[in-house]
């Protein structure tokens, strides 16, 4: 897969994540990897009762952006989770 194909289905699901990684161009696509890893373990947090519906809603809400960021083949980080890096 190219980089902006890699970005793409890095966000569909947890198994388009693992296929992206594995499968795709990690060195043009690492942006969008990171985001995307960063966005899906913060949604673990939507668990909890109340508060966390929240925070699956706007965790949802920055995967559609980092999604809509990569179909445009932009880097743009996303607010409040774009600026944890886990990959390097």
């Known amino acids: 897969m190219d980089a902006k194909t ?5 966000y569909l699901t947890w198994i388009g994540l693992v296929i ?4 795709g161009d990690r060195e ?3 942006f969008h990897l990171n985001q995307a890893l960063v ?3 913060a949604g673990l947090l939507s668990f909890i009762p109340c508060i966390g519906w929240l925070w699956g809603i706007f965790c949802f809400i920055c995967a ?3 999604f ?5 083949g932009e880097e743009k ?3 409040l989770l774009g600026q944890i ?4």
């Open 6 to 10: 890699t970005g793409i289905v890095a």
């Open 68 to 72: 809509i960021s990569a179909v445009n």
């Open 20 to 23: 992206a990684f594995v499968l």
């Open 64 to 66: 559609v952006m980092g």
């Open 28 to 30: 043009g696509a690492k």
């Open 85 to 88: 890096h886990l990959l390097k």
């Open 77 to 79: 980080a996303v607010p």
């Open 39 to 41: 966005i899906w373990l």
